[in-house]
Nanobody, 124 residues
């Protein structure tokens, strides 16, 4: 059973930055792509970004491209989401997820384990 624990969420003002972390219990963490998703109240969970197992390639939703950066430290079994120029529309619960394989994906079905989520609230 893989455990993913997110941290780093909080209340910030528009334009601020925040870094989320996701620590994984999986010993073979470096074999799997990881993703970040978010869910706002009353909305479906949506893709934010993903990173390949090696960390060499990333992909982002258009809504966050140029503002968010995903990175990972395989030695620490941790994936990060650096968020900059935050907007009120970024307010959501953010989830990290482990992919079923090493390739990145934008769809929730490609991920088999999810963290409990961390709340990010951006005030205007």
């Amino acid at each position: 059973q893989v455990q993913l624990v997110e941290s780093g969420g909080g209340l910030v003002q528009a334009g601020d930055s925040l870094r989320l972390s996701c620590a994984a219990s999986e010993r073979t963490f470096s074999s799997y792509a990881m993703g970040w998703f978010r869910q706002a109240p009353g909305k479906e969970r949506e893709f934010v970004g993903t990173i390949t197992a090696s960390g060499s390639t990333t992909a982002y939703a258009d809504s966050v491209k140029g503002r968010f950066i995903i990175s990972r430290d395989n030695a620490k079994n941790t994936v990060y989401l650096q968020m900059s120029s935050l907007k009120p529309s970024d307010t959501a619960v953010y989830y990290c997820a482990k992919a079923r394989g090493g390739m990145r994906s934008t769809t929730t079905t490609a991920y088999d384990y999810w963290g409990q989520g961390t709340q990010v609230t951006v005030s205007s």
